[in-house]
C-alpha cells in the first residue's frame, strides 16, 4: 500500500458509484481517508463498509441543497479531523460560467445525477 496520502482526508461527492467511487477507492489506497457522499444512500454505506476506517458515508447529499454539502463537510471533519480536498464528481445542469460569478443561484435545484 501506497503512503503518498497518508493523514490526507478528502470528501468525494458522487462516490458510491463510477468514478466516483474509483476516485474514493485510489484515494484511500494511498493511504488517505475519505468521506464519501451521494443521493444513493446505500450504496455509498456498503462502499464505505467495504474499505473499513479510512472511509465513512453518513450522511445523504445532495449537491445542489447548500445545507446538504455543509452537512457533507461538517462530517470530515468530525470523522477525521480535518478536510484537505473536495471532489465534486456529479452532474449539474444549468449554470453557465465561473462559479465565483454566480455562488448559488444558477446552481439550485438543478442536479441531473450521480
Known sequence: MSERL??????????ASGIGKGIARRFVA??????????????????ARELGPK?????????????????AIDL???RFGRLDCVVNNVGILGAVGSRADDPTA?????????
Request: aromatic share 4%; charged share 25%.
Open 6 to 15: 497518508d493523514g490526507q482526508v478528502t470528501l468525494v461527492a458522487g462516490a
Open 30 to 47: 494511498e493511504g488517505g481517508c475519505c468521506a464519501v457522499v451521494d443521493v444513493q444512500d446505500e450504496p455509498g454505506l456498503e462502499f
Open 55 to 71: 472511509m465513512t458515508a453518513d450522511t445523504h447529499t445532495e449537491v445542489a441543497v447548500e445545507d446538504d454539502v455543509a452537512a
Open 76 to 78: 470530515a471533519v468530525e
Open 106 to 114: 444558477g446552481y439550485r435545484g438543478r442536479l441531473v445525477g450521480c
